[in-house]
C-alpha cells in the first residue's frame, strides 16, 4: 500500500510539472518581448565584444526580438545571424518566464596576432581559425608580421607560435616574428639591436636550441649589441655577422 501511494504520489507530481511546463510554454508564447539580454559569458578574459555590436547585427538582419510577440520570434535564426560575427565562438539564444529573450555567448581565444603585407590585421584562434580584430578591444599576443600567407599562419606558423607560447623563456625572450619576402623566418629579441635569421621553420625546437648555448656561452659574454644578425640557418652552426 505504501508502495502504491509512493508511486501515485510520483506520477502526480510528474504529472503537475509537465502541466506547468505546458501552461508556461503557452502563456510566453502569447508574451512580446520587452527585454533583450546578451550575456558575454567569457567577458572577464576578453571584451571582443559590446552588447551594442550583436543589438546593431540583429537590427541590420531585422531579427532584433523586442516588442516582438514571443510566439513569432525564430531564435535559431538569431543565432545563425549572430555566428556571422567572427568574434563568436558559439551562442545560445532562448526565451524565459518572464517574456525576455536571452542571447549567451562565448568568444573565439586568439593565440597569436599577424599583420600580413598581403592581408592585413587579424588573428589566429586556439583553434587555428582566422578572426578579425576587434574595434574595442586589443589583447597581448605574440605578433607576426611580414609576407605571411593565410595557410602557413594557420599551420607551421600557429605550431611555432604555441612552442613558443609554452616556452617560458622564449615566451619572454621573443618581441616579433617576421617572415621575409622570400619566406624566411626571423624573430625580434625584446633586449639587443639585433636580428635572429632561423630560415624556415623545420626544425625550429634544435635551432632555439642552439641559439640558447649562444645567448648563455657567447651573447651573455660578449654583450648583446655586437651582432646585426646572428643565423640559425645551417645545420648546428650560429653565423653572426658584426656590425
Given at each position: 500500500m505504501?508502495?502504491f501511494?509512493l508511486?501515485?504520489a ?14 508556461f ?5 502569447e508574451?512580446?518581448?520587452e527585454?533583450?539580454i546578451?550575456?558575454i559569458?567569457?567577458?572577464?578574459d576578453k571584451e571582443?565584444?559590446q552588447?551594442?555590436d ?8 531585422k531579427?532584433?526580438?523586442?516588442k516582438k510577440?514571443i510566439a513569432d520570434?525564430n531564435?535559431?535564426?538569431m ?8 568574434l563568436?565562438?558559439?551562442v ?6 518572464d517574456?525576455?529573450?536571452v542571447?549567451s ?6 593565440v597569436?596576432?599577424v599583420?600580413?603585407?598581403?592581408d592585413g590585421g587579424?588573428y589566429?584562434?586556439?583553434e587555428?581559425q582566422?578572426m578579425?580584430?576587434?574595434?574595442h ?6 605578433v607576426a608580421t611580414?609576407?605571411?600567407?593565410e595557410?602557413?599562419?594557420k599551420?607551421?606558423?600557429?605550431d611555432?607560435?604555441?612552442?613558443i ?9 621573443i ?6 619576402q ?16 632561423l ?7 634544435k635551432?632555439l636550441s ?5 645567448i648563455?656561452?657567447?651573447l651573455?659574454?660578449v654583450g648583446?649589441n ?8 645551417y645545420?648546428?652552426?650560429v653565423v653572426c655577422t658584426?656590425?
Amino acid at each position: 500500500m505504501k508502495r502504491f501511494l509512493l508511486v501515485f504520489a510520483i506520477l502526480v507530481l510528474l504529472g503537475y510539472l509537465v502541466f506547468i511546463a505546458f501552461y508556461f510554454k503557452e502563456n510566453t508564447q502569447e508574451t512580446v518581448c520587452e527585454n533583450f539580454i546578451v550575456l558575454i559569458k567569457d567577458s572577464f578574459d576578453k571584451e571582443f565584444i559590446q552588447t551594442k555590436d550583436i543589438e546593431d547585427l540583429l537590427r541590420k538582419e531585422k531579427l532584433y526580438p523586442v516588442k516582438k510577440l514571443i510566439a513569432d520570434i525564430n531564435t535559431m535564426e538569431m543565432e545563425k545571424a549572430i555566428l556571422g560575427n567572427k568574434l563568436v565562438k558559439s551562442v545560445e539564444v532562448y526565451s524565459t518566464h518572464d517574456g525576455s529573450i536571452v542571447a549567451s555567448i562565448r568568444q573565439r581565444n586568439p593565440v597569436m596576432r599577424v599583420i600580413s603585407h598581403k592581408d592585413g590585421g587579424y588573428y589566429i584562434d586556439n583553434e587555428r581559425q582566422r578572426m578579425p580584430l576587434s574595434q574595442h578591444y586589443t589583447v597581448y599576443l605574440p605578433v607576426a608580421t611580414g609576407f605571411i600567407s593565410e595557410e602557413f599562419a594557420k599551420n607551421e606558423l600557429y605550431d611555432f607560435v604555441m612552442f613558443i607560447s609554452n616556452s617560458p623563456m622564449w615566451d619572454v625572450w621573443i618581441e616579433q616574428i617576421v617572415v621575409t619576402q622570400n619566406q624566411k623566418v626571423q624573430i625580434v629579441p625584446r633586449a639587443g639591436d639585433f636580428k635572429v635569421t632561423l630560415g624556415t621553420l623545420e626544425d625550429y625546437e634544435k635551432k632555439l636550441s642552439n641559439l640558447k648555448v649562444f645567448i648563455d656561452k657567447g651573447l651573455n659574454k660578449v654583450g648583446w649589441n655586437r651582432y646585426s644578425e646572428v643565423n640559425l640557418e645551417y645545420n648546428n652552426q650560429v653565423v653572426c655577422t658584426m656590425k
